[in-house]
């Protein structure tokens, strides 16, 4: 069964970073977008960013754009996000998704998607 499987989060300081990591197994994601989505208590989940299956395009919310790197690593079947200067208003789950649309991908259209892990930005 295929299933994406987040790691990385935790509680950190206003100003420090994290990396998260999505494991794929079941299958090859070779083939499919990735892309991170998160979720705070009370609010709608958003798209965070996205990479394409080659790797060649990435897409990012306007709010974390030059703190926030989405990567992948195809031999891995993983995919990662670095986040720097992280921020309180940062804090929510962080999800994986994986979909077969770069396009429709920030709208949320995937085929998979993670369990999620938590981060916490304290101030």
């Known amino acids: 069964q295929a299933q994406l499987i987040e790691s990385g989060g935790g509680l950190v300081q206003a100003g420090g970073s994290l990396r998260l990591s999505c494991a794929a197994s079941?299958?090859?994601?070779?083939?499919?977008?990735m892309g991170w989505f998160r979720q705070a208590p009370g609010k709608e989940r958003e798209f965070v960013a996205a990479?394409?299956?080659?790797?060649?395009?990435?897409s990012y919310l306007d709010s974390v754009k030059g703190r926030f790197t989405i990567s992948r690593d195809t031999a891995k079947n993983t995919v990662y996000l670095q986040m720097n200067s992280l921020k309180p208003e940062d804090t929510a789950v962080y999800y994986c998704?994986?979909?077969?649309?770069?396009?429709?991908?920030?709208?949320?259209?995937?085929?998979?998607w993670g369990q999620g892990t938590q981060v916490t930005v304290s101030s």
């Open positions: 990479i394409s299956w080659s790797g060649s395009r990435t």
């Open positions: 998704a994986a979909g077969s649309s770069f396009n429709r991908l920030p709208v949320g259209s995937a085929e998979y």
């Open positions: 079941g299958r090859t994601f070779s083939s499919y977008n």
